[in-house]
């Protein structure tokens, strides 16, 4: 990132909180259904959403679907979407474990625990817009451990 | 069919104590508002004389939303009511004693004193404009009425 953003980073809620659904519906739905193999894909597309946003399946599946049908707008706000890859990226690593533990060993409640522990968390995301990832991020940052954003009266990155 | 019952109770529990938690977070929020606008008065501290409504405007040098958006939103708010009001800029982090005074949970947080220096409202999180003239007009009519 250069030292001056002459456009404030923006992200688009409406395409935040349909990744957020969505990640709770799969995460609920292979816990009901009692299917491993359901995390295994959630924890890949969270996996591609936080590594590589261009190619996340829900972005994809926003733009070129439910934008079109018109089911929901588009809606651009400024923030950074830096601390909501790295949530992207949490979800997808307790999804990757939980997937692992469920596939590789017999602690089946341990396994659950991690799929459920982000339908909680996504669903509070979704409901009430705290982002536990964002915040575990934010508190990194005080502690210079992650790049943190400071701002001072342009838009100048700092540690980006 | 018994698993997927007991599955499906294990969801609506955790969906459950999740609405108990938003619930009990919801409530301390507003102790805190109610606690804030409870707040002694608090004297001017320019040396010129006190605007009818001063917005004590709480920021911190990482906050986005506070240069992105607050700080328009005053200006707007200043230029609708030209002399009428003062906007004082304070660093949360910095003064931890004001902070406290008003329960400062987030940044941004904006409070509304009246010229006696009492908090009539409190924002935490971003406060838009139309909001803020609201509650400005709401000291200044009073004011005015006086």
């Known amino acids: ?160 | 069919m018994m698993n997927l019952i007991l599955r499906l109770g294990v969801v609506l529990a955790l969906g459950g104590l999740t609405a108990l938690i938003i619930a009990l977070g919801r409530a301390f929020v507003a102790g805190q508002h109610r606690r804030a606008r409870a707040a002694a008065p608090l004297a001017s501290v320019g040396t010129g004389p006190a605007s009818a409504v001063r917005i004590l405007a709480f920021s911190s040098a990482d906050c986005r939303q506070c240069h992105t958006h607050q700080t328009p939103a005053l200006r707007r708010v200043l230029a609708a009511r030209p002399g009428q009001l003062s906007v004082e800029e304070i660093d949360a982090p910095a003064t931890p004693d004001l902070a406290a005074r008003y329960h400062i949970l987030t940044v941004p947080a904006t409070v509304v004193l009246d010229a006696a220096g009492r908090a009539r409202a409190v924002n935490f999180g971003f406060a838009p404009t139309a909001r803020l003239l609201e509650q400005v007009d709401a000291v200044l009519n009073e004011t005015m009425a006086a």
């Open chain 1, 1 to 160: 990132m250069s030292a001056s953003v002459v456009s404030p980073p923006r992200i688009d809620t409406r395409l935040n909180k349909f990744s957020q659904a969505g990640v709770v519906l799969l995460s609920a739905a292979a816990f009901l259904a009692n299917q491993p193999s359901i995390v295994a894909v959630a924890a890949g597309v969270l996996a591609l959403s936080a590594l590589a946003p261009a190619i996340g399946p829900f972005r994809l599946l926003y733009r070129y679907v439910v934008v079109p049908l018109r089911l929901l707008k588009p809606r651009l706000v400024e923030d950074d979407p830096a601390p909501h890859r790295f949530a992207q990226g949490v979800g997808a690593a307790f999804l990757t474990a939980s997937a692992l533990v469920l596939f590789l060993t017999p602690a089946v409640a341990l396994g659950w625990a991690l799929d459920l522990i982000v339908f909680v968390l996504a669903g509070l995301n979704f409901t009430v817009g705290f982002c536990a990832g964002c915040f575990v991020y934010y508190q990194l940052g005080k502690l210079h451990l992650l790049p943190r954003v400071r701002y001072e009266g342009g838009f100048h990155w700092r540690g980006v």
